[in-house]
């Protein structure tokens, strides 16, 4: 290692030693003088936030399986209008996809018709599983009737809390965008909302296999 020598003037003055400046942030093709961590406070924010809901639904994944082999199980049958309502959240997640490449491209208008088109797909999404809840419980089936009714009632109750307020996120960007505030120097808030948003569908995906395959 090169050692750094002061200057004979600077010693004999008592001026204190000075010693070089090192480049923070790794260093090397070309990194950045000021040191900066490798993601944002809002980026780190939603995967504390995503981690915390993967342990939450792990959760009750776990306590599914473990009573699924009760004696007292009794498998319900689900309205078709679940499958549609999958079909639209993956829509929806299309749509938020698009959005995010019109983004990058700065094409303002289509940004704002994309988003819009995922928010109207996600309140269809929510009023979609509200009314499969109306047609469980027409048929009989209620929140305590069996514990795999039980446990989809639950399970796509707090998944649909949880599109709410991705929806909420979205409505702000979506004001974010419709000022100007969303372009190409500018993706993370349609990145972070678009993160938060498709790992909700891939939640809904394990969810519904968990439940159909009982």
Request: charged share 15%; aromatic share 10%.
């Amino acid at each position: 290692m090169a050692t750094v020598t002061q200057p004979e003037t600077a010693r004999s003055a008592g001026a204190p030693p000075t010693w070089p400046t090192v480049p923070r942030g790794g260093g090397g093709g070309g990194g950045e003088s000021e040191s900066s961590f490798p993601v944002s406070s809002k980026e780190l924010a939603i995967w504390l936030l995503l981690t915390g809901i993967a342990m939450l639904f792990g959760g009750f994944a776990s306590a599914f399986i473990v009573l699924r082999g009760v004696p007292s199980w009794e498998s319900v049958h689900l309205p078709g209008l679940v499958w549609v309502n999958t079909a639209i959240l993956l829509l929806s997640s299309v749509t938020l996809e698009r959005a995010r490449r019109a983004n990058k491209k700065d094409h303002t208008g289509s940004i704002r018709r994309w988003l819009a088109f995922t928010a109207i797909l996600g309140v269809v999404f929510v009023g979609g599983q509200i009314d499969v809840w109306r047609k469980l419980s027409a048929e009989g089936m209620q929140l305590a009737s069996n514990l795999h009714g039980s446990f989809f009632y639950v399970l796509s109750g707090i998944h649909a809390v949880h599109i709410l307020g991705g929806l909420i996120a979205l409505f702000l960007v979506m004001r974010k965008a419709w000022s100007g505030k969303i372009n190409s120097r500018n993706l993370e808030p349609l990145r972070l909302c678009a993160t938060y948003w498709h790992f909700m569908g891939g939640v809904w995906l394990l969810l519904l296999v968990l439940l159909v395959i009982s």
